[in-house]
C-alpha cells in the first residue's frame, strides 16, 4: 500500500484541483477582477500556512541556504505568473478551453527536463505525452465550435488561450524548481516559502494595475477562500507532496486529468455542454495519464533494481 500512496495523493489533489476553475468562474461572476482573486487565493493560503510551517518547520526556514532561499524566490514568482495568466483566462475564454490548455505544461516540462537534467523519456511515456497533447487539441478544437451556455467577462477567446498557455509554462517552471528544493526542504517550508512569495508578487502587481482587495460581495470571498483551502492548500500541496516520491514529467502529467474534473463540473454547475469531439479529448487525456503511469512504475522498479544489482567497489578503487 506504501508505494501506492504518491499516486493516491497525486489522484486527490487533481480532484480537489478542478473546482478550481468552477469557483473562479463563480467569482468572477461576482465582479471580482482575476488578479484580487489571484492575489486572495495565495494570500489567505499563506495566512493560513504561516503559523503551521513556522511551528512545525521553523528550523528549517531559518536554516534556510541562500541559495534555496533564491530557488524558492523563483518558484514563487513563476507561481505568480500561472495564476495571474490562468484566472484571467478565465474572464476571456471557456472553462473546457482555459484548464486544458493551461494543462499542456507536461509537454514544456518533457523538453526542459531533457535539456537541463538529461532525463529521457521511456516509449510509454512518449506515447501518454502525445495522447494528452491530441486529446488537449481536440478538446480546443471542439470547443471553439460550441457556444457555451455561460458567457465569460469578455469573449476574447484567443487572447484567453495565450494566457492560459503562459500559465502553463510558467507552471512548468515552478514544477521543475519545485524537484530541486523539495529534494532539500521539507514540504511545509516549502509551500510556505513559494505559496508566500507568489503572494507578495500578486500583491504588488494588484496595487500597481489600481485593483482593490475589498469592497465586492460576501459570497466572492467565500469562493475565494474556497479556493485558498480546497485547490490551493490541498490540491497544490498534494502536487508538492508527490514531487519528492516522483519525477515532475510524470506529475505533471497527472495533473492533466483536471480538465477531465472541470469539464464534468462545468457541465452540471455552469451548463457548459460536452461535444461528441470533447469527449473523445477527455478520454484520449485519460489514456496518456494511464500510460505515464504505467511509465514511471516502470522506471522507479528499473531504478530500484539496478541499485540493488550494483557491486560495490572497494576503497581507493578510483
Do not use: C
Not at 147 to 157: I, K, W
Amino acid at each position: 500500500m506504501k508505494r501506492f500512496l504518491p499516486f493516491l495523493v497525486l489522484a486527490g489533489g487533481i480532484l480537489v484541483a478542478s473546482t478550481a476553475a468552477i469557483l473562479i468562474r463563480l467569482a468572477q461572476q461576482e465582479g471580482m477582477p482575476s488578479m484580487t482573486i489571484a492575489t486572495g487565493r495565495l494570500l489567505v493560503a499563506s495566512l493560513i500556512l504561516t503559523p503551521l510551517a513556522w511551528a512545525r518547520a521553523g528550523d528549517d526556514l531559518r536554516q534556510l541556504s541562500r541559495r534555496d532561499l533564491l530557488l524558492g524566490l523563483v518558484a514563487g514568482f513563476f507561481l505568480a505568473v500561472h495564476f495571474a495568466a490562468w484566472i484571467s483566462s478565465l474572464g476571456f475564454t471557456s472553462v473546457a478551453s482555459s484548464v486544458a490548455l493551461v494543462a499542456t505544461n507536461p509537454l514544456w516540462v518533457a523538453i526542459a527536463s531533457y535539456f537541463l537534467f538529461r532525463e529521457r523519456l521511456g516509449v510509454l511515456a512518449l506515447v501518454g505525452i502525445g495522447l494528452t497533447f491530441a486529446g488537449t487539441i481536440l478538446i480546443l478544437v471542439s470547443d471553439s465550435r460550441v457556444e457555451t451556455a455561460v458567457a465569460v467577462q469578455h469573449s476574447a477567446p484567443t487572447l484567453g488561450n495565450l494566457l492560459a498557455l503562459l500559465g502553463a509554462i510558467a507552471a512548468s517552471g515552478y514544477f521543475l524548481i519545485g524537484r530541486d528544493v523539495r529534494a532539500r526542504l521539507s514540504l511545509l517550508a516549502y509551500i510556505w516559502l513559494v505559496y508566500s512569495s507568489a503572494a507578495v508578487f500578486l500583491l504588488v502587481a494588484t496595487l500597481l494595475a489600481g485593483l482593490s482587495l475589498t469592497g465586492y460581495s460576501l459570497l466572492a470571498y467565500l469562493f475565494v477562500i474556497g479556493l485558498a483551502v480546497g485547490p490551493q492548500l490541498l490540491g497544490h500541496t498534494a502536487f508538492n507532496w508527490s514531487l519528492r516520491y516522483l519525477s515532475a514529467t510524470f506529475v505533471a502529467i497527472a495533473i492533466l486529468g483536471e480538465p477531465v474534473g472541470s469539464a464534468i463540473l462545468a457541465f452540471i454547475l455552469l451548463q457548459e455542454s460536452v461535444a461528441g469531439l470533447q469527449l473523445v479529448g477527455l478520454i484520449l487525456l485519460l489514456l496518456g495519464i494511464y500510460l505515464a503511469a504505467v511509465s514511471e512504475r516502470k522506471r522507479k522498479k528499473v531504478a530500484a533494481e539496478t541499485a540493488v544489482a550494483a557491486p560495490i567497489e572497494p576503497s581507493g578503487s578510483r
